[in-house]
């Protein structure tokens, strides 16, 4: 069993902790945008100087929180969860069910991902830059999508294996997909 192996347990916590970053690290991404939309608003109405980089900064940092934060949001079982007919099944039922849509899941972040570092690749190699006045790199924001969905490919398979683990055991804790365990 995976959660017995001290290099899947090291592996677990190791994920589980960069999750917890990159959750903190998105929700200070997002007061920061907020901070910068509000620098510009006083800049261009009260001090009537606008600027050329606010709004598509903005735009980057909550990319950034969406993509890079999704693994935080897998971890504390935060992403949606359609359970209208599921919630009647029964709880082994369900747990098959979890187990099967969340390998499935993997499958499509895998695809994202790979697909996302060959974009960021091909804008970094090219030197693209943003049409805008501002013009930054675009490779600085392409690098979101495959980061965050490796990210959160990797919480995936702490899920997927806390998933199993609780199939073979039979056990019926943490139905939502909340993975604290992986930390002890």
């Known amino acids: 069993m995976p959660s017995e192996n001290p290099s899947a347990r090291s592996f677990f916590y190791w994920v589980s902790r960069i999750s917890e970053i990159s959750g903190i690290f998105c929700a200070v991404s997002v007061l920061v945008s907020a901070g910068v939309l509000t620098y510009e608003v ?6 009537k100087t606008p600027t050329i980089w606010e709004i598509e900064f903005s735009v980057y940092l909550l990319i950034m929180a969406t993509f890079v934060g999704a693994a935080y949001g897998l971890k504390h079982g935060g992403h949606i969860n ?3 007919v599921t919630h009647l099944l029964p709880p082994r039922v369900q747990a098959h069910l979890s187990f099967y849509t969340s390998l499935l899941s993997l499958a499509f972040c895998l695809v994202v991902s790979w697909l996302g570092w060959e974009m960021w690749w091909e804008a970094a190699s090219k030197g ?5 006045l501002w013009g930054p790199p675009l490779w600085i924001s392409y690098l979101f999508l495959p980061f965050g969905m490796t990210l959160l490919c990797l919480q995936y398979l702490v899920h997927l294996s806390n998933l199993w683990t609780r199939l073979k055991t039979g056990s019926e804790e943490r139905r939502h997909g909340n993975d604290e365990r992986s930390e002890k």
């Open 128 to 132: 693209w830059r943003s049409d805008s």
């Open 42 to 47: 006083l800049m261009r109405y009260v001090f």
């Open 82 to 84: 359609i359970d209208l």
